[in-house]
């Protein structure tokens, strides 16, 4: 059965600091894997996308990587804002269209 | 910056009733998608519609869904004979191809009672 698993389950760091969240997943055909952040009561927005071939890529203090031999992803934040508190979401592509979404990471910065 | 739309943002309904929930996906995306996510829950995938048909669905889409793009601008769920347990966030997203990102609307709350 397709899955993605997030760990840790919630976070909580000073305003400033840095942390990573992990992401492994089991889905095949996998096509790509994607992170995403989701405001409470919000839509997700799209952070980045990692096909196979790639091991790294970054958006602005976000930086995510894959290693699709052992099927894991890490999502590296840099630098926290208070702003940087949501729910964050490790989501595996399968397939060309079906989206297999983890639980998310609960990330909570503060001041 | 297109944005993907969603109305109403809340819906409350009788079990039994039907409920039409309805999206504007980004004008030059060619597929389109809705999720749910039950409270507490991860978001999950519903179905996927590309050129006028459905592309995938999920075992939670059964008969009591259907999608349809009435026109050229909206993209609507429909949801026959709410249950209790159709209580969730509905999202739409849009991709301009499959495989590429996917733009998630502000998402619809319905509360099935």
């Known amino acids: 059965k397709n899955q993605v698993e997030q760990s840790p389950q919630s976070l909580i760091i000073l305003e400033g600091k840095n942390c990573t969240l992990q992401?492994?997943?089991?889905?095949?055909?996998?096509?790509?894997l994607r992170w995403y952040k989701q405001d409470t009561g919000r839509g997700p927005v799209s952070l980045t996308i990692?096909?196979?071939?790639?091991n790294t890529k970054s958006n602005g203090r976000y930086t995510a990587t894959l290693d699709a031999d052992t099927k894991q992803s890490s999502l590296h934040i840099t630098a926290s804002q208070l702003s940087d508190s949501a729910s964050y979401i490790c989501?595996?592509?399968?397939?060309?269209?079906?989206?297999?979404f983890g639980t998310g990471t609960r990330l909570t910065i503060i001041p | 910056e297109p944005e993907v739309t969603q109305t109403p943002s809340h819906q409350v309904t009788q079990m039994g009733q039907e409920v039409i929930l309805r999206c504007v996906p980004i004008?030059?995306?060619?597929?389109f998608y809705w999720y749910r996510q039950i409270l507490g829950q991860k978001v999950e995938f519903l179905v996927s519609?590309?050129?006028?048909?459905?592309?995938?669905k999920s075992e939670i889409f059964d008969d009591q869904f259907s999608v349809e793009r009435p026109d050229g601008s909206n993209f609507t769920l429909k949801i026959r004979s709410t249950k209790l347990e159709d209580s969730a966030m509905y999202f739409c997203?849009?991709?301009?191809?499959?495989?590429?990102?996917?733009?998630f609307g502000p998402g619809t709350r319905l509360l099935v009672l």
């Open positions: 519609f590309y050129n006028n048909e459905i592309s995938e």
């Open positions: 989501v595996a592509l399968f397939g060309n269209e079906k989206l297999t």
């Open positions: 990692m096909t196979f071939s790639e």
């Open positions: 992401c492994n997943y089991t889905v095949s055909p996998f096509s790509n």
């Open positions: 997203a849009s991709s301009r191809q499959g495989g590429e990102t996917q733009y």
């Open positions: 004008s030059n995306h060619l597929y």
